[in-house]
């Protein structure tokens, strides 16, 4: 792997709470930045989607081992551990960060991302967007539009579609994850993981 693929990484927080609100991006989003000062200004920064079960009253339930993570630069690294031991009000619910854990990001040959955002609220017109995104990129791969997506927020709506790559090259699969695609980032926007059934390229 190349040292400027190891530039990015994850680092995984586990928290401890119930539930969040079901539109929690925004205000997960304010949270961290209240804590990690430098968060909100730093272009590369992006905020994984919490993982949860959806209620039909509001609210997104969270596991056992539920977790908060921010992709960051490697040098930010020391920075973001300091949200250990610290409490998150997120919009009436409240988390307890535990530990954090860095993980390198990995080559896989299919990605996936919940939400990418283009500005482009037709499905035809975001491919599109996408398709020149990846031709500037020069990266070359398979792409499949998922479900229409929105996130609400104080005074603002993002609409986008879930998205999945594959057929990708382990240099490539690599630099979408540093790079993501579209807007908003720090919403959980165009962030790439690996499919679930994807295979590591070169892992064997």
Same mark, same amino acid.
């Given at each position: ?95 307890? =960060? $535990?530990? +954090? @854990?860095? !993980?390198? /990001? ?7 991302? %919940? &939400?990418? *955002? ?60 540093? =790079? $993501?695609? +579209? @807007?908003? !980032?720090? /919403? ?7 499919? %679930? &059934?994807? *295979? ?5």
């Amino acid at each position: 792997m190349s040292e400027r693929a190891q530039d990015v990484v994850d680092v995984a927080f586990s928290v401890a709470g119930v539930s969040l609100p079901e539109n929690y991006a925004f205000f997960l989003m304010s949270a961290l930045a209240k804590n990690l000062p430098w968060l909100e200004s730093d272009p590369d920064a992006g905020i994984h989607p919490v993982r949860g079960a959806p209620t039909t009253y509001g609210v997104m339930l969270l596991p056992r081992r539920a977790k908060v993570v921010l992709r960051l630069h490697r040098q930010r690294v020391a920075d973001a551990l300091s949200l250990s031991g610290r409490l998150l009000e997120i919009g009436g619910s409240v988390l307890n =960060v $535990g530990a +954090g @854990a860095v !993980r390198a /990001l990995r080559p896989y040959g299919a990605l996936y991302a %919940r &939400l990418v *955002a283009t500005g482009c609220e037709q499905e035809e017109a975001f491919l599109d967007g996408v398709r020149a995104r990846l031709d500037a990129l020069a990266t070359r791969c398979a792409l499949v539009c998922g479900r229409r997506r929105r996130l609400q927020g104080p005074g603002r709506e993002i609409v986008g579609f879930s998205l999945m790559l594959y057929d990708l090259t382990a240099e490539h699969a690599l630099l979408l994850q540093r =790079v $993501g695609l +579209g @807007a908003d !980032r720090k /919403l959980g926007c165009g962030i790439f993981v690996p499919h %679930r &059934l994807a *295979a590591a390229v070169g892992s064997e």
